[in-house]
């Protein structure tokens, strides 16, 4: 069984203090590797996709890089807008669905104080 | 935005009763999906079409079905709502890269 495990469930940090947010995932062969922002009230918002250990994706404050167990989201001298709940979701090669599901964590509620 | 609408957006109905929630997409995606999110548990899948008259069940979708008419619209209905099933739904389209983009979403309160 595909699972996703975020940590840390919360994370409050000082505008400028950069930090980084954990993903590790065990799938039965990764097809793909996705970062969602969500506001409160809100749809996620896509962010990123990750294929292969290694890989790295940036944007803005935001990146995001790969290995064969977890990804990290890095965030560089995050401002308040930044706060949201960050979810990670992975894709697998083979599941009972095709490859059309996606198994999500249950994702890190980050918090920037001005 | 990627083209995807929701209606209703919020919903309060009472247990027993028949719901329908709609999914709307402008985008001509071939693959659409229902989620649900609770505290506590990542977004679970329902169910997706991966076509016109095309649906499958996700892990979660005892007591729910859905229908796909048009390409545009993908139909979630609870046949007789349980408490249990308070929840926020989403719905999401996937595009040719495979990745999943979700509409707003729908909070759904069963009394």
């Known amino acids: 069984e595909d699972q996703v495990t975020q940590s840390p469930e919360a994370l409050r940090l000082q505008e400028g203090e950069s930090s980084s947010l954990n993903c590790s995932y065990t799938?039965?062969?990764?097809?793909?590797l996705f970062w969602y922002r969500q506001d409160p009230g809100k749809g996620p918002e896509f962010l990123f996709t990750?294929?292969?250990a290694g890989e790295e994706k940036e944007k803005e404050r935001l990146k995001a890089t790969l290995t064969k167990k977890e990804s990290f989201l890095h965030i560089t001298a995050p401002k308040p807008e930044d706060s949201a709940t960050y979810l990670c979701?992975?894709?697998?090669?083979?599941?009972?669905?095709?490859?059309?599901?996606?198994?999500f964590g249950t994702g890190t509620r980050l918090t920037i104080i001005p | 935005d990627a083209g995807i609408t929701q209606s209703p957006r919020h919903k309060v109905t009472e247990t027993g009763t028949p719901v329908t929630l709609r999914c709307h997409q402008t985008?001509?995606?071939?693959?659409m999906y229902w989620y649900r999110q609770d505290p506590g548990h990542g977004l679970r899948l329902i169910h997706y079409?991966?076509?016109?008259?095309?649906?499958d069940k996700g892990e979660v979708s005892d007591g729910y079905s859905v229908s796909r008419s048009k390409t545009e619209d993908f139909l979630l209905t609870l046949e007789s709502a349980t408490s249990s099933q308070t929840s926020v739904y989403f719905c999401?389209?996937?595009?040719?890269?495979?990745?999943?983009?979700f509409g707003p979403g729908t909070r759904l309160l069963v009394l």
């Open positions: 999401a389209i996937r595009d040719s890269q495979e990745t999943q983009y």
């Open positions: 799938v039965s062969g990764l097809r793909g």
């Open positions: 990750l294929y292969s």
């Open positions: 979701a992975v894709q697998a090669g083979m599941s009972n669905f095709g490859n059309e599901k996606l198994t």
């Open positions: 985008e001509n995606h071939r693959y």
């Open positions: 079409s991966y076509g016109v008259k095309d649906t």
